[in-house]
């Protein structure tokens, strides 16, 4: 079997996002092979033109020439996939890699688009309906975020910026997850942990992929006895999420109009003088509800990322998307061991404090305080400086000042932010896999 014995990363500065193509070469006649992960942006890097998106797609296909063999989504959030999307003269970036005919695309469970309403998820009996509860309270949740960001136009500045910046993440993205359902010659792998993927060994010989993540219930068996213990933990808003898509005075009826079309709608100069004070401070308390809401949706979709370990020549290289402890959780209670040699990192979430569990980061042994060691622990972080995510008064900025030191010290860190002053567009890193 011919191994692999260069990997080429290419981190795309797509700001706020992740854009990673991966090219394996092989000594013998068999040629290159491509893995795309992710293509998606939320903020651009603050020098980059308006054809940001379209100049990467076309620098993925003139790199990759007509083959990309794969696709890897690891979840619907729009810095991960709006690169995805069409447009309706085909045309789009979508368009582009679909035009590059991959082989295969790979998606969490969650997101299988055409699965029956009566569909049961990955497994079976109770365990799997209560799988099949977790795909609709996603599909619910991107609801609650749709109307959420209409709701943030009434609020104050600050309030309606992140709302609208987090909430916009979360949306439905339907043309881009359509595509990815569609782009690859063979049905998509929709995959959950420990799922084989036959395909992929046949189309990058000599590599060894193994899915780390996400879970389903039926897998994490303890998922629903843990509600008293994290109640801030992503799998514990299933039913609130039905719930809330279903009654909330926020969802828009069905068919699109007002809920409530004959109630009466007061405007700021109706308001008494003596009573205003009293209004803003109803709109400051519904606006950081309307953040906590987001904010969680921000998580779970988070949690629901395809977390896949690859193994080429004498390297490791891990790429978990924007998976956060609930996900990492289950891959690291059996998994630990495995990934104590990682040798390349993919910084979790563009460097959030939520997505590099300690637990993993310790459990690195090739991380080192000296910066000539050969076998050093690399890590790769696409973000950008000054990103709209979380605050450094509280201490959830993003990338978070304390994991990048952690990151500079003991890695050879390599971050998307170099691109930044002189606008390049792409981080390319050449790894010897013997």
Not at 133 to 157: D, F, G, I, P
Not at 206 to 235: A, C, E, M, S
């Amino acid at each position: 079997m011919p191994k692999p014995h260069t990997l080429t990363l290419r981190a795309y500065g797509v700001g706020f996002g992740d854009c990673f193509l991966l090219t394996f070469r092989y000594h013998d006649d068999t040629g290159d092979r491509h893995m795309l992960i992710d293509f998606g942006c939320t903020q651009k890097p603050p020098k980059a033109g308006n054809n940001l998106m379209l100049d990467i797609a076309h620098d993925i296909a003139k790199t990759v020439g007509q083959k990309l063999h794969v696709v890897v989504a690891t979840h619907r959030h729009t810095d991960h996939v709006s690169g995805f999307a069409t447009n309706p003269k085909g045309t789009g970036t979508g368009d582009i890699i679909a035009g590059l005919k991959p082989e295969l695309v790979i998606m969490p469970w969650t997101e299988k688009p055409d699965a029956p309403a009566d569909w049961k998820g990955p497994g079976k009996g109770a365990a799997a309906a209560v799988d099949d509860a977790l795909r609709l309270s996603l599909n619910r949740m991107r609801e609650v975020a749709t109307v959420s960001v209409l709701e943030a136009k009434h609020l104050t500045k600050d309030l309606k910026s992140e709302i609208t910046f987090i909430g916009d993440d979360g949306i439905k993205n339907e043309s881009a997850v359509r595509n990815l359902a569609k782009m690859g010659k063979q049905k998509p792998a929709y995959v959950s942990y420990g799922q084989k993927i036959p395909l992929l060994r046949t189309l990058f010989p000599g590599v060894n992929f193994t899915v780390l993540g996400p879970p389903t219930i039926r897998q994490k068996k303890d998922l629903p006895n843990q509600t008293d213990k994290n109640k801030d933990q992503f799998w514990h808003f299933t039913s609130f999420w039905r719930l809330q898509a279903m009654t909330s005075q926020l969802a828009p009826s069905g068919n699109g109009s007002k809920m409530f079309p004959r109630a009466k709608v007061f405007e700021p100069r109706d308001v008494p003088m003596e009573d205003r004070w009293f209004v803003r401070k109803v709109k400051d308390l519904r606006g950081a509800q309307l953040l906590r809401i987001v904010r969680s949706m921000d998580d779970a979709l988070n949690n629901t990322s395809v977390i896949l370990l690859m193994q080429a020549g004498t390297k490791k290289f891990l790429f978990p998307g924007d998976a956060q402890w609930e996900n990492w959780e289950f891959a690291l209670g059996k998994n630990l061991d495995t990934l104590k040699d990682v040798d390349v990192y993919k910084v979790g979430h563009h460097g959030s404090l939520n997505a590099t569990p300690k637990t993993l980061w310790n459990n690195f042994k090739k991380k080192s305080t000296k910066k000539t060691d050969k076998g050093r622990l690399c890590t790769v972080m696409s973000t950008r400086t000054h990103s709209k995510h979380g605050h450094v008064e509280s201490g959830t900025e993003v990338p978070r000042e304390k994991l990048v030191n952690a990151l500079q010290a003991l890695s050879n860190l390599r971050s998307t932010q170099e691109l930044e002053d002189d606008n390049e567009l792409v981080l390319k890193i050449d790894f010897d896999l013997n």
